[in-house]
């Protein structure tokens, strides 16, 4: 079955800087890629997404990246401001299981 | 108008107890989830529901079973909780099964004394 994982646990950056956060799967035959953003007690909402067909994919300050043959991918946040501070989840699909495997998450702090 | 929810919001009980949580959606969704999420942030998939196809997660004991009286409701039933059992349970739905975005219930924080 699939497995994923998530790192870095924790990132502290500076507001204004990029935060990086890198996601592996196992599953070669995974074709769709969210990634959620979970702010402290609300629920978990999509933020972006990929599919296989594609490397990279922009929205203003985020964009995620996909590489297939190394089985990776990450999710780059330009320009960071307060409001990104939130536990961000990658996830790809097993669909044996019918089901989205998920990262243990990264829990995202941007420093004044 | 909201897209999912859940009721109660949160939910106190004494274990050895029977509960129950109740998730509906607007969305005309074909597909919805049951996750639990625990104290360390890790959510967890408990049920598929696709076509009145329910795929279970095979780590969830038989205590929990869901319920869906049509496809815009989707109930989940606790019988004889336990201290374990204590997290926020979320419900979800979606319109393209996997490959498409899922729409989470504001959750439900179930503490079990």
């Known amino acids: 079955g699939e497995n994923v994982e998530q790192h870095p646990s924790t990132l502290s950056v500076q507001e204004g800087d990029s935060a990086v956060i890198k996601c592996t799967y196992s599953?070669?035959?995974?074709?769709?890629f969210p990634w959620y953003k979970q702010e402290l007690g609300k629920r978990p909402q999509l933020i972006i997404d990929?599919?296989?067909n594609v490397g990279e994919k922009k929205d203003q300050r985020i964009a995620v990246t996909l590489n297939k043959t190394a089985k990776h991918f990450s999710l780059h946040i330009t320009e960071t401001q307060p409001e990104d501070s939130a536990v961000y989840f990658c996830?790809?699909?097993?669909?044996?299981?019918?089901?989205?495997?998920w990262g243990a998450g990264t829990k995202l702090i941007i420093k004044p | 108008d909201t897209a999912v929810s859940q009721t109660p919001k949160y939910l106190v009980t004494q274990m050895g107890n029977d509960k129950s949580i109740k998730c509906e959606q607007n969305?005309?969704?074909?597909?919805m989830y049951w996750y639990k999420q625990d104290s360390k942030k890790f959510l967890k998939i408990m049920f598929s529901?696709?076509?009145?196809?329910?795929?279970i997660n095979e780590t969830v004991p038989n205590r929990f079973s869901p319920k869906s009286p049509d496809k815009a409701h989707l109930n989940l039933h606790i019988n004889s909780l336990e201290l374990g059992d204590s997290a926020v349970y979320f419900c979800?739905?979606?319109?393209?099964?996997?490959?498409?975005?899922?729409?989470f219930g504001p959750g439900t924080r179930l503490t079990v004394t």
């Open positions: 979800a739905s979606s319109q393209q099964g996997l490959a498409g975005e899922q729409y």
């Open positions: 969305l005309g969704h074909d597909t």
């Open positions: 529901y696709n076509n009145k196809e329910l795929i």
């Open positions: 599953d070669s035959a995974s074709n769709y």
């Open positions: 990929i599919r296989s």
């Open positions: 996830a790809a699909p097993e669909d044996s299981n019918y089901q989205l495997i």
